[in-house]
Structures are given as structure tokens and as C-alpha cells.
Nanobody, 123 residues
Framework: QVQLVESGGGLVQAGGSLRLSCAASGRTSSIYALGWFRQAPGKEREFVAAIGWSGLPRYYADSVKGRFTISRDNAKNTVYLQMSSLKPEDTAVYYC????????????????WGQGTQVTVSS
């Protein structure tokens, strides 16, 4: 089993930045892909970004390209999401996810999930 714990969420003004972290524990040697998803109130959970073991490939949702950057530190078993130029529509609960096989953009491609961290962007 793999456990994932997100941190770094909070309240920020539009145009500001936040960095989310997700620390993995347990059978971390089985992790290949790490991803971020988000769910806004009243909406479906959606893909944000994903990264492979070596740092490649990296995938981003069109809505965050050029503003968000995903990275990972395998020595710390941690994945990061650097978010810049934040917009009110980025407000959501952000979830970290892990998979042992592939870097995917769909929720059902990930086996392990964190509890989420709230990001609120005020206008």
C-alpha cells in the first residue's frame, strides 16, 4: 500500500502563487507515476498534471499550462505542484494520486489517492 499526504494549500489572492507538496509513504518503490487532480464545488474531479519516475513525461491540463509546474524528488518521495498566476477558477480541493504502471490523465488510471488540500483563490 501507498499513503499520500498533501500539504501547502491555503488562501491566496488572484495572481499569487502557491506550492503544493505530496509526500508518499509505504511501498514507495512501486510508484511510477504521480499526478495532481482537483475538484471544485459542484464539479467533477479533473486532471491537472502528472509526471513519470524520471521526471518525464510531464502532462498538463490545458487550463494550467504555462502557469503550473509539476516536479518530483524521488529521494524524498515527494511530488510538488508549483502554481503561479492563480485565478479564482483554480479554487478547488487538490488531490495527489499515484500509480505503478503509467503516467495517465484519467482518474481510473491511479490506484492511490491522498485526502486533498484546499486551495482558495480570491478575486
Amino acid at each position: 500500500q501507498v499513503q499520500l499526504v498533501e500539504s501547502g494549500g491555503g488562501l491566496v489572492q488572484a495572481g499569487g502563487s502557491l506550492r503544493l507538496s505530496c509526500a508518499a509513504s509505504g511501498r514507495t518503490s512501486s510508484i511510477y507515476a504521480l499526478g495532481w487532480f482537483r475538484q471544485a464545488p459542484g464539479k467533477e474531479r479533473e486532471f491537472v498534471a502528472a509526471i513519470g519516475w524520471s521526471g518525464l513525461p510531464r502532462y498538463y491540463a490545458d487550463s494550467v499550462k504555462g502557469r503550473f509546474t509539476i516536479s518530483r524528488d524521488n529521494a524524498k518521495n515527494t511530488v510538488y505542484l508549483q502554481m503561479s498566476s492563480l485565478k479564482p477558477e483554480d479554487t478547488a480541493v487538490y488531490y495527489c494520486a499515484a500509480d505503478s504502471l503509467r503516467v495517465g490523465t484519467q482518474q481510473n488510471e491511479y490506484d492511490y489517492w491522498g485526502q486533498g488540500t484546499q486551495v482558495t483563490v480570491s478575486s
